[in-house]
């Protein structure tokens, strides 16, 4: 009796298990089913394109992928993605760097509120007045417009994702270094920046996707030569006719390195968060 | 010394740019032709606040917009935290499928988005026509188009906030809970009277975040609608986006990016102060 009793117990918690993860599971398919659609529109023809109902199952083609490198200058518009991108992730850590150590070492609250007050200004306030400067100029569609305003992405997100790394670094260990007469600057560039190097990783990835992500900036300030991906696989979509194969491919294609990049960070990326929101 | 590049580079790339836009913001100024700016002091605030119907409706669409992402996006992001917060095999691997989708490129899921809703060959229509709801237009109908828009933001940020309120619910301790399921408290008591305000503070950090991007919200409207049908969708960053760049209008749309500054700024500072009072 007590035996038969014990087994109840025991199948209802493997029910209960059960019941969880198929909860678990069907709250995800929800968020992974966008990601799906996407890659499975790319893999269709356009007469599959264009089924109704739609397709799930179907002969899958890479016509569409072979579509976007021979149509459309997609090479040189990653190229540029990577130039800016890169070039403003690096730019964005050389500044950064030492603001986020200073703000944690010396505790400048000041400063860290006027970054977090920067973060919440709209980029078309910044967007305006770079506009009418860099018509002035002649810098529109160039390397250097697109850089400068990718900036204004990179630096605050360093600073705000550095400060927490560098807190949680030993100060005897700089005290160390002091003693054996190691300059201030000597003592930050050999011992605080690689010890904080698992952080400075996570940030740089993230600048290189925020960058890579970014619309609005390149939108205006890029034009034939400079043109980014995200803005690319927009004008796709100002044809009367839209090729939702080459469209879904190309956006796939954009999307990817975005994914692998979120994987290799995850873990500071959940910390990160959770810091930001306990925090605050 | 160490924060010096650091200040002079955002004085150079955001605090100048900024002062340059207050300025334009007192100038008749097209950015077409020949004319030459012409100061006007405040008078483009004047036109926005009194004489634009077009402002006021930008106004209350960024508001319904607003409100409607955010309040879903907390009750779901908090269900499925609740869901979430236990001991989960490969609870890393769902944590981080669940950023996909606020780290992948938004104009290039807008495009998806767009496809999915397309009347004619969407996914969506056919999925819904399965349960049982006729075939809509999602983004060319005049009162489905926001909530349209807003689910695309629902689903990129609900797992934002289920992920801060579950570093939020780890910091709850685990003794008053035991105690209140002792004394026999039903789980929507404990929810109710124990978690919810222990979790206050992180809530309110939840919604400040998602509210502050929400009012900014650009890629997504921009790629889907351009603000249409009509102005349907047309919210205040939008209306100054297509002010400076469709009509060349930049001392007026200079004027409405402050607007949104101020927007921002003010309801930011309400739940700022909202939060002080709850710790």
Known sequence: ?280 | MFPAPAVLALAGIMVFPSLFNIYMSLHEWFATGNTQPKYIGLRNFGDLLLRDAHFVDALWRTLYFTVFAVVVELILGLAIALLLNRELAGHRVIRTLFMLPMMATPTAMALIWVLMYNPNLGVLNYLLELVGVPPQEWLANLYLVIPALAAVDIWQYTPFVTLILLAGLATIPAEPLESARIDGATPWQVLWHIILPLLRPTLVVASLFRIIDTLKTFDTIYVMTAGGPGRASQTINLFAFQTAFEYFHVGYAAAISLALIVLVFAVSGVLIRFRRQAE
């Open chain 1, 1 to 280: 009796m007590t035996d038969l009793a014990h087994g109840g117990w025991r199948w209802r918690r493997v029910a209960a298990r059960i019941g969880l993860y198929t909860g678990v599971v069907l709250v995800i398919c929800p968020f992974m089913f966008i990601f799906l659609w996407m890659v499975l529109s790319s893999l269709k023809t356009n007469v599959q394109q264009t089924a109704w109902p739609p397709l799930f199952v179907f002969r899958p083609t890479l016509s569409n992928y072979a579509l976007v490198f021979a149509r459309v200058p997609f090479v040189s518009y990653a190229v540029n993605s990577v130039v800016v991108s890169v070039s403003a992730t690096l730019l964005g850590l050389l500044v950064g760097l030492p603001a986020a150590y200073s703000i944690a070492r010396w505790k400048q609250s000041r400063l860290a509120i006027a970054i977090l007050t920067a973060r919440m200004v709209p980029w078309i306030s910044f967007l305006l007045p770079w506009y009418l400067l860099f018509t002035q100029a002649r810098l529109i569609d160039t390397y250097w417009a697109l850089i400068l305003t990718h900036l204004i992405i990179t630096i605050p997100m360093t600073i705000w994702l550095m400060i927490a790394f560098f807190e949680d670094l030993p100060r005897e260990l700089e005290d160390a270094a002091f003693i054996d007469g190691c300059s201030r600057l000597g003592m930050f560039v050999r011992v605080c920046l690689p010890l904080a190097a698992p952080g400075i990783v996570a940030s740089a990835i993230l600048c290189l996707i925020y960058s890579w992500n970014n619309f609005i900036f390149a939108l205006i300030l890029a034009g034939r030569k400079t043109m980014t991906l995200p803005v690319s696989v927009y004008s796709f979509m100002s044809f009367n006719e839209v090729n939702w194969g080459g469209v879904t491919a190309a956006a796939t294609l954009i999307v990817l390195p975005v994914l692998i990049l979120t994987f290799a960070i995850q873990r500071y990326l959940i910390k990160g968060l959770a810091l930001g929101g306990v925090k605050g």
